[in-house]
């Protein structure tokens, strides 16, 4: 039994879980689909730059669903959604060795150019640290870290939110003059920012009103954002990049597909007791290893 719990398709109890079992598949999703493109020479005449910058990607994009897993539960009042928060930020973990990994491959295997351009170049330090942090938390996210550390394991995983901003910020810097994808994921990171405030207020995440605000006030800030960032990072006038905004028949802003999302989320908590009730009652022991 002790076995067949630690596959990463059961839960704790050795029982198959297919949520687990689905999500651990689909991790494995974006690194088959770039191996698959390298194979095909479909990653343009650079293919390593290419595999760098979706390595990165993901493991910010993975990062910040890892931070999706407690707000979404109490919102939908899953609980079974924390078995694969753990699963989630050990591949994002991976993802970012990856993209370092090719990075040193870019760079011709020559570790000393590559310590260099960490130091000098501001992004890639930021990078670096972020990605020395994750490296951490992976390291004490096993089961026998978390029972030594006892609650100091809590505070320090705590980090993982200056992580997030670290990735957000080293995610702007390195896409320079396109950052429409960087701020669509800082405005969600905002977003889940708002969730964890609103609860740590003692408002509840059950609350259509309580959801709907941190969607607006996210939205806003997605949209601050990308104007403070064009107006001090770049030579394109940011005023226009606010009133673009306002426009759609080019494309859809950042703002307003985090007020979409969060829109859709406020959602949730109105059609939980129709598709099926509260969770709460059938709410497991606490894993917080997860």
Known sequence: ???????????????????????????????????????AGALGPRPVT???HETGDWAIRLLFISL????????ADWPKLIVVRRMIGVAA?????????????????????????????????????????LVILGATSTDAAIKKLGRKWNRLHKV????????????????KADVYEATLMSGLFVLLM?????????????????????????????????????????????L??????????????????VLAIGAAIAVVPILRPMIGGSASSRRPARAPAE
Do not use: C
């Open 93 to 133: 973990l991976f993802y970012g060795l990856a993209h370092l990994g090719l990075y040193v491959i870019d760079q011709n295997l020559d570790l000393a150019r590559v310590a260099s351009e960490i130091t000098l170049r501001i992004y890639l330090t930021i990078g670096f640290v972020a990605l020395t942090g």
């Open 1 to 39: 039994m002790a076995a067949s719990a630690k596959m990463p398709w059961n839960d704790r109890a050795g029982r198959f879980s297919a949520l687990k079992a689905v999500v651990f598949a689909g991790l494995f999703v974006p690194a088959v689909l770039l191996a698959w493109s390298w194979v």
């Open 68 to 75: 999706a897993v407690t707000p979404l539960r109490r919102i």
């Open 160 to 175: 993982v939110y200056a992580i997030g901003i670290l990735a957000a910020l080293h995610f702007f810097m390195q896409t």
């Open 194 to 238: 708002g969730y964890r405030l609103a609860h740590w207020r003692g408002f509840s995440l059950a609350s259509p009103i309580v959801l709907i605000s941190a969607a607006v006030l996210s939205a806003l800030a997605t949209a601050a954002l990308e104007y403070a960032w064009y107006g001090f990072a770049t030579g394109i006038p940011p």
């Open 50 to 52: 290419e595999a760098i």
């Open 240 to 257: 226009r990049v606010l009133a673009a905004n306002l426009q759609f028949a080019f494309s859809v802003r950042p703002a307003w597909w």
